[in-house]
């Protein structure tokens, strides 16, 4: 019996079309029938998890994850079976950790030791940290906030002082006044700094939860790229350029950012720099396969010799959709048999 590739959904949400199924799902399983290769959707409910890893461990050779992880209640539960489902040979497609791996925020602080992440790049796991550091990382420069959950610039923070430092001081005291842009929609706020604080501790307690501190790139008014990818093969490049008004900083479409698709090959010093990093990023994030579908996003800076240089400023692999562009559908089959193959010869 031919295994299948099995397309995990699960029911309701807003990424759904009036049959029930995200929009660039059935193209994909489509293209995969057209090539001769069996496939299904299955929505995953926690209530049959066993009977669905039953299922698919018999039935499936591989899996492709197009779950939104902000339409999951059971994303634990989920997790754990995709792992089970991985240990028993089936292909993941990507395998959990991965999706954890290249889809937090802190990827920015485990890359610090590429050309991607600047150095003064911090994570806070604890607001002890949180406390003692970003005091000190603010006296340097403006920063930018951003929690670990969330989505479309929520809690993403720009953060500067309203007043200059004095010459030789290194740490900015509690009650200097700052102004902080959220990315969400780009509306400006004024705090006292150790007032902030406490409202970003929020962000830190609960599951996951965490901040990431980067130094605020000027730049991002020229737009931010995003580097579409099957697996290590740039597609396209969308170009996302903020509302032109005074503290705009979001890239989003919500927050009147405007969007441009290019070709790879017209941002080949980003796409080649990014793909000789990729063995390095891979080990860093755990040495799993590269995600089947995932982005890269990147602000632009400028390098001490003067010269234009790309910050990673994001990654997602968690459910990248394309329903704009649903020809990529065939592109996406093409690269699932080439990674079906690839695997096959490795345990042949």
């Given at each position: ?34 090539r001769g290769q069996d496939a299904e959707v299955i929505f995953f409910d926690v209530t049959k998890k066993d009977k669905i890893f039953n299922y698919v461990k018999e039935n499936g050779i591989a899996y492709v994850s197009r779950i939104n992880p902000g339409n999951l209640q059971h994303e634990a539960e989920y997790f754990d079976m995709l792992r089970d489902l991985c240990a028993t040979g089936v292909i993941g497609m990507p395998h959990p950790d ?251």
């Amino acid at each position: 019996m031919e295994k299948k590739v099995i397309f995990f959904e699960v029911q309701g949400g807003s990424d759904k079309g009036t049959d029930g199924y995200r929009k660039d799902t059935m193209p994909m399983v489509d293209a995969l029938k057209e090539r001769g290769q069996d496939a299904e959707v299955i929505f995953f409910d926690v209530t049959k998890k066993d009977k669905i890893f039953n299922y698919v461990k018999e039935n499936g050779i591989a899996y492709v994850s197009r779950i939104n992880p902000g339409n999951l209640q059971h994303e634990a539960e989920y997790f754990d079976m995709l792992r089970d489902l991985c240990a028993t040979g089936v292909i993941g497609m990507p395998h959990p950790d991965a999706m954890i791996g290249y889809g937090s925020k802190d990827v920015l602080s485990k890359l610090v030791s590429t050309n991607l992440v600047p150095d003064d790049t911090f994570a806070y796991y604890t607001i002890e940290a949180f406390k003692d550091q970003f005091p000190k990382a603010l006296a340097i420069t403006e920063r930018v906030l951003k929690q670990n959950r969330g989505s479309t610039g929520e809690g993403i923070w720009r953060v500067k002082l309203v007043d200059p430092l004095a010459e030789g001081i290194t740490e900015v005291t509690l009650d200097a006044q700052i102004k902080c842009t959220e990315a969400k929609d780009n509306h400006v706020e004024y705090w006292k700094l150790g007032e902030f604080m406490s409202f970003c501790e929020q962000y830190i307690t609960g599951e996951n939860g965490m901040l990431i501190d980067m130094r605020f790139l000027p730049r991002i008014i020229e737009g931010e790229i995003r580097l579409f990818m099957l697996r290590d093969k740039p597609v396209h490049v969308v170009h996302k350029k903020p509302a032109d008004s005074e503290d705009a900083f979001s890239a989003t479409l919500f927050s009147g950012a405007q969007y441009r698709y290019d070709s790879p090959e017209e941002w080949e010093e980003l796409v080649q720099n990014f793909l000789t990093q990729l063995p390095q990023v891979t080990s860093l994030l755990g040495n799993y396969a590269l995600p089947l579908i995932w982005t890269a996003d990147f602000m632009l800076d400028t390098d001490e010799a003067g010269k234009d240089c790309y910050i990673l400023g994001e990654m997602n692999c968690s459910c990248v959709g394309f329903t704009s562009e649903l020809t990529l559908a065939h592109q996406v089959a093409e690269e699932i048999l080439a990674c079906l193959g690839e695997t096959v010869a490795i345990t042949a």
